[in-house]
DNA sequence: CGATATATGTCAATAATGCTGACGTATTTA
DNA sequence: TAAATACGTCAGCATTATTGACATATATCG
């Protein structure tokens, strides 16, 4: 007891206070969401679906699994409840008809709007209060904690502003 | 009544990419941990308690319903799951015997270290990828996204490591 | 001292999210 | 034609979180 088992004690500390910036700012970044959702008998769930098919219009459910990263048993009970509301549309695929795509309906994208304006508001008072640096900087670190296969989503397309320490990032153990 | 449907584009895009960072960032970052917690029937508030019981030694109940945002009978079963099965011990609170002060076991530690080793290696090594000053600003972008009142946490007392970095990150409009 | 507030715990009911496992159908591909 | 794929569904179970009501011990105030 006297002598405590330390890792390195700075290195250590940084990381630490890394994962409870994620913990904190994930925390208040959906709270004021999931009370609007509770209003309306919806859950984060139901959140997310209509975000990301808002973001990828025709996206199929397989897609939208694997952004999820739940099974499909899960994503139907919600999916299969938005659509019998209205808010989100399954069109047959035309190359594949066994595809269901998905997309909003107005109402869809009304509850997407009511649901992500303070959210998008928040994020916008943050990137406003830092340097275009920081934004970089803080997009280097968020790639480089998710998986390596998650970060095509974000270093292959357009999507990205950009940053030279792309390039220095490591493979991952 | 509102008039913008639309924010000025190319700006909603970097939001929603920051959105998107934040979300993909932070289910891979639980996943595996989840994974563990899961053959021990436990959950993630399991580790969360774990977590900030080891964070903070000693630390009143009422401070962790702070930190986690949750009601005292959500944390109850946990908490008292924890303590039935020996991770986390009360004492009575010497200034205040209404008080439960909460700690660690040596049982405890070991499973907070079973649950934040990969965690913290992966945090380790988004750190090592990039620059000293991309570490300041994710840490400036996520202070930004939390509440005024949980920025508190980091920019008040002593928890924070230091690094001449802290210096530069301004109080917040 | 007595009233009241605080710190904590507990019981009960309810809801949302997620999982595994087992089937079923339509459609595509080999 | 057989196998693989995309999707859906039913059933059962665990975890996390909620609200509301009530209980106990201790502190503090008038």
Request: proline share 5%.
């Given at each position: ?29 959906t ?28 996206m ?8 999820l ?21 399954q ?28 959210q ?7 990137h ?43 493979p991952?153990?």
């Amino acid at each position: 007891m006297v002598k405590p088992p330390r890792p390195s004690p700075p290195d250590d500390e940084q990381i630490r206070q890394s994962i409870e910036l994620l913990f904190f700012a994930y925390r208040d970044f959906t709270t004021r969401a999931d009370e609007i959702l509770a209003k309306q008998n919806f859950g984060r769930a139901h959140h997310r679906v209509v975000y990301f098919v808002g973001r990828h219009t025709g996206m199929t459910v397989s897609a939208l699994l694997e952004i999820l990263g739940i099974t499909k048993q899960s994503l139907s009970r919600v999916l299969g409840q938005l659509v019998r509301e209205g808010y989100v549309l399954q069109k047959t695929g035309i190359h594949d008809r066994r595809q269901r795509l998905l997309e909003l309906t107005p109402k869809g994208r009304e509850l997407e709007r009511l649901l992500t304006t303070e959210q998008r508001a928040r994020i916008s008072a943050a990137h406003k209060a830092v340097s275009a640096a920081s934004l970089t900087g803080f997009r280097a670190v968020m790639l480089g904690i998710m998986n390596d296969d998650t970060r095509h989503r974000f270093t292959s397309s357009e999507a990205i502003t950009d940053s030279p320490n792309r390039a220095k990032m490591r493979p991952w153990p």
